[in-house]
Nanobody
Framework: QVQLVESGGGLVQPGGSLRLSCAAS????????MGWYRQAPGKEREFVAT??????NYADSVKVRFTISRDSAKNTVFLQMNSLKPEDTAVYYC???????????????WGQGTQVTVSS
């Protein structure tokens, strides 16, 4: 199995910044994609950003303000969030698309989530 552990959430004022981290560990042969999704109260989980070896993708709502990066050697992904808005308030979930051994298919794994609250 693969475990994803997030850190870095918290309370921040509008216009502030936070940096989320997520480390993957366990039965990992190769991590293909890592990323972040979020879920606000009463809403469905939505895509935020993903990163692979040669590509990054962002939701339109966070483009320019958020930056995703990755330390492939440590199977860790980061999300730098700047110019935060109250509507960014949500539980942020780490995501990884992982091959656990050379002869298996790829599987999706999720972290437990970290709360981000943007409020004055």
């Amino acid at each position: 199995q693969v475990q994803l552990v997030e850190s870095g959430g918290g309370l921040v004022q509008p216009g502030g910044s936070l940096r989320l981290s997520c480390a993957a560990s366990g039965s990992i042969f190769r991590v293909n994609v890592m990323g972040w999704y979020r879920q606000a109260p009463g809403k469905e989980r939505e895509f935020v950003a993903t990163i692979s070896s040669d590509d990054t993708n962002y939701a339109d709502s966070v483009k320019v303000r958020f930056t995703i990066s990755r330390d492939s050697a440590k199977n860790t992904v980061f999300l730098q969030m700047n110019s935060l808005k109250p509507e960014d308030t949500a539980v942020y979930y780490c995501y990884a698309h992982v091959r656990t051994s050379p002869l298996t298919f790829d599987y999706n794994f999720w972290g437990q989530g970290t709360q981000v609250t943007v409020s004055s």
